[in-house]
């Protein structure tokens, strides 16, 4: 059975850095690799949003709110996929997630990110 195991998550200071990485536990690279993959988070109160996207060509796509900040990778040997996040703000504070651009598989439990202003 499939899991998606998010670790990463801190408590940063603004202007910070983390890198989140996400495995697919389970998955099976023939499946994995085909698949486009994102980063989505959620704060509270909020409904959970894709923030960045890669396909299995690692085109990548960044809502407007983290573009030039964050940057998603993939390594498909591993099945991992991964957010750098630089110059992090306060309003980036969530839980993050992964799964695919489809979001099909079950949610993993989500890392969480606090920003301290």
């Known amino acids: 059975q499939v899991r998606l195991v998010e670790s990463g998550g801190a408590l940063v200071q603004a202007g910070g850095s983390l890198r989140l990485a996400c495995k697919a536990s389970?998955?099976?690279?023939?499946?994995?690799?085909?698949?486009?993959w994102g980063w989505y988070r959620q704060a509270p109160g909020e409904q959970r949003e894709l923030v960045a996207g890669?396909?299995?060509?690692?085109?990548?796509n960044y809502a407007d709110a983290v573009k030039g900040r964050f940057t998603i990778s993939r390594d498909n040997a591993r099945k991992m996929v991964y957010l750098q996040m630089n110059s992090l703000k306060p309003e980036d504070t969530a839980v993050y997630y992964c799964?695919?651009?489809?979001?099909?598989?079950?949610w993993g439990q989500g890392t969480q990110v606090t920003v301290s202003s």
């Open positions: 890669i396909s299995s060509t690692r085109t990548t």
């Open positions: 389970g998955m099976i690279t023939s499946v994995f690799n085909p698949n486009s």
């Open positions: 799964n695919t651009l489809k979001g099909d598989l079950n």
